[in-house]
T-cell receptor, first 116, second 112 residues
Framework: GAGVSQSPRYKVAKRGQDVALRCDPISGHVSLFWYQQALGQGPEFLTYFQNEAQLDKSGLPSDRFFAERPEGSVSTLKIQRTQQEDSAVYLC??????????????FGPGTRLLVL | ELKVEQNPLFLSMQEGKNYTIYCNYSTTSDRLYWYRQDPGKSLESLFVLLSNGAVKQEGRLMASLDTKARLSTLHITAAVHDLSATYFCAVDSVDSNYQLIWGAGTKLIIKP
C-alpha cells in the first residue's frame, strides 16, 4: 500500500521567503508528526496532530513555524521568513493510534530545505 | 530532560564480524525504538522494546533493553554489506510528553 509521501522533495528558498511543506500520511492514520533533522543528527520533534487537533507544538522553534491538518489527513508545515538556520530535512510520520499508545511511526522520505 | 546518547557515532567494520551499538537514556522509560536510515531515504522501523529484559531479533540484528541500566543494545552478527546504514534509537516517556527523543545515530559502514 501507499506509504507516507511528502512534497516537494527538495526546496531552495531565499532568506526571508515563506515556504510550505506538504505531508500525505497513510490513509486512516490518526496521528501525524513533524520532525526536523539537521545533517548528521537525529530527528527533533516539532509538532503532533491527533486527527485535526494539534495536541503538541512544543517543538516548534519559533513563531515563524506553523502547522495545520484541517481535515485530519493531509498536513502542511509552513515556515515564514525563512532563515539560514532553518535549512534541514523536514520529516513527516504517521501512526495508526494516538500518541500515548505504543505504535510504530511510519516516515515519509522528507523534504530537504536549503535556505540561501 | 530526557536525553539519548548513542555510541559509537561511526563504525566501520568488515563483513563477517560481530559488533554492538549502545543506546543510553537519561530518565525512566519503558519504551525504546530502533530505526534504520539509508542515505537520502526514509526512516524504517526495526524494533520496539517495551519491557525490561525484552529481546527481539530479525535476521542478523538483535536488540535488547535493560530499563534498570537505561541501556539498549543493537547487536550485529556476521555483518553483511547490506546492513550499511545509520541506526537510530529513540525513547519516549511521560517526561517528553510521549514524544520521541532521538539519539544522534550510528553510521555503520560494512566493507565487503
Amino acid at each position: 500500500g501507499a506509504g507516507v509521501s511528502q512534497s516537494p522533495r527538495y526546496k531552495v528558498a531565499k532568506r526571508g521567503q515563506d515556504v510550505a511543506l506538504r505531508c500525505d500520511p497513510i490513509s486512516g492514520h490518526v496521528s501525524l508528526f513533524w520532525y526536523q533533522q539537521a545533517l548528521g543528527q537525529g530527528p527533533e520533534f516539532l509538532t503532533y496532530f491527533q486527527n485535526e487537533a494539534q495536541l503538541d507544538k512544543s517543538g516548534l522553534p519559533s513563531d515563524r513555524f506553523f502547522a495545520e491538518r484541517p481535515e485530519g489527513s493531509v498536513s502542511t508545515l509552513k515556515i515564514q521568513r525563512t532563515q539560514q538556520e532553518d535549512s534541514a530535512v523536514y520529516l513527516c510520520a504517521s501512526s495508526l493510534a494516538n500518541w500515548v499508545e505504543v505504535e510504530t511511526q511510519y516516515f515519509g522520505p522528507g523534504t530537504r530545505l536549503l535556505v540561501l | 530532560e530526557l536525553k539519548v546518547e548513542q555510541n559509537p557515532l561511526f563504525l566501520s567494520m568488515q563483513e563477517g564480524k560481530n559488533y554492538t551499538i549502545y543506546c543510553n537514556y537519561s530518565t525512566t522509560s519503558d519504551r525504546l525504538y530502533w530505526y534504520r536510515q539509508d542515505p537520502g531515504k526514509s526512516l524504517e522501523s526495526l524494533f520496539v522494546l517495551l519491557s525490561n529484559g525484552a529481546v527481539k531479533q530479525e535476521g542478523r540484528l538483535m536488540a535488547s533493553l535493560d530499563t534498570k541500566a537505561r541501556l539498549s543494545t543493537l547487536h550485529i552478527t556476521a555483518a553483511v554489506h547490506d546492513l550499511s546504514a545509520t541506526y537510530f534509537c529513540a525513547v519516549d516517556s511521560v517526561d517528553s510528553n510521549y514524544q520521541l527523543i532521538w539519539g544522534a545515530g550510528t553510521k555503520l559502514i560494512i566493507k565487503p
